[in-house]
């Protein structure tokens, strides 16, 4: 399996552990913009948050095989998902798909269905994407950052000697300095990010 593909199933695995966790009252929560999220420009509810993510997941498949998406609802009809309660449920398994597609993924030069994206750049750009909604939905609920230290040392390692790419991508902000010698993988890929590990602790 393509290292993209490990790390965006782990971070499917750590998102769908935090989304189990949402209580019914907190799903209106405001969570910071997202660069891959509803609007990147303006904080969104955690349930227009996931409901966002399981758009994109559901449409995986059919990029990677390198089709453009066949209106997002291989799964189920998706214009349904707007009426659809069970979030942890359906975001599971709409992840359970888009991870099965990462892991066949054979050719990482393999043109996509996202413009003839590379298939192992893609996979990393939504591995990326969804550790960040993994540690916004965690922090903003009020747990604590859920990114394994295996995971975030990985991605990190990945997109640190390309930061300033990350960065014109949109898919980083300006990095969060400075960053302590004994500070964790969790944090340090965060805040090379430009995401703060802990945006709650001063409130």
């Keep these: 399996m393509l290292r993209a593909a490990e790390c965006l199933t782990e971070a499917e695995r750590v998102l769908n552990q935090v989304l189990d966790g949402v209580a019914p009252d907190q799903w209106r929560i405001r969570v910071p913009p997202l660069p891959d999220g509803p609007d990147p420009a303006r904080p969104t509810t955690l349930d227009a948050l996931v409901r966002h993510h399981v758009r994109v997941n559901a449409s995986l498949p059919d990029l990677l095989a390198g089709r ?33 597609a990462a892991a066949a993924v054979a050719d990482p030069a393999r043109p996509t269905g996202d413009g003839g994206l590379p298939a192992e750049e893609l996979l990393w750009r939504r591995a990326v994407g969804t550790a960040f909604t993994a540690h916004e ?27 300033a790419r990350w960065r ?28 703060d590990p802990h945006p709650l602790w001063d409130r």
């Design 68 to 100: 453009e998406p066949e209106g997002t609802a291989e799964l189920a009809d998706l214009t349904d998902l707007e009426h659809r309660q069970d979030l942890p449920a359906l975001a599971r398994e709409v992840s359970d798909k888009a991870c099965a």
């Design 137 to 163: 939905v965690s922090v903003h609920r009020g747990s604590v950052n859920p990114l394994t230290e295996e995971l975030a040392r990985a991605l990190w390692e990945h997109t640190e000697p390309e930061a």
């Design 168 to 195: 014109e991508l949109g898919l980083f902000g300006e990095p969060l300095t400075p960053v302590p010698a004994d500070v964790s993988w969790r944090d340090r890929f965060l805040m090379l990010a430009g995401r």
